[in-house]
């Protein structure tokens, strides 16, 4: 019986130490196992819900990138739009004052990220590459290329894209 009850504990220390937890709230990193045993390293979700936000993650994913200049082009949505430069690629970003606003234009964009209709006007436009439209609470972010590494960032931090190419 003894025998037994310490066997019972040792498993259960050595599977709770073989748990990778991370205390860390803000962590970017853990481990997912796969079907076959191996495991793969996998970013997790940073709170990311504003353009200043935005910013923050991409700090902490070790991403360098430039704010863009004051834009004078016209923004395909109801706020301006902002945008960041990694490299030569451009994520445009939309922060709203409220989650219902968000929505509102989200929706106006079709599955495919070609065409905007918003209330007074339909926007049909020609990408230079595959676009990619992600949201989340007040922000819609949308990045025109084929960067993996960006892609699983936004993928990481805001899901599935709403709109666009899809990967």
Not at 66 to 77: K, L, V, Y
Not at 160 to 167: S, V
Request: with cysteine.
């Amino acid at each position: 019986m003894k025998k037994t009850v310490l066997l019972v504990i040792f498993s259960l220390i050595l599977l709770l130490s073989s748990c990778n937890v991370n205390a860390d709230k803000g962590g970017r990193s853990g481990m997912n196992n796969n079907t076959d045993g191996s495991t793969d390293e996998v970013e997790e979700k940073i709170a990311a819900d504003s353009y200043a936000g935005f910013l923050d993650a991409l700090k902490k994913s070790g991403f360098e990138y430039t704010e863009g200049d004051e834009s004078s082009e016209e923004s395909f949505f109801s706020v301006e739009r902002q945008y960041v430069l990694i490299g030569d690629d451009i994520i445009s970003l939309y922060e709203y004052e409220t989650n219902e606003a968000m929505e509102a234009d989200a929706a106006c964009v079709d599955s495919g990220g070609c065409s905007i209709n918003v209330p007074g006007r339909s926007v049909c436009i020609s990408w230079v590459s595959l676009p990619h439209f992600y949201k989340n609470e007040n922000l819609i972010i949308n990045y025109v290329g084929e960067n993996e590494q960006i892609l699983d960032f936004l993928e990481a931090n805001y899901g599935k894209e709403f709109a666009g190419a899809g990967r």
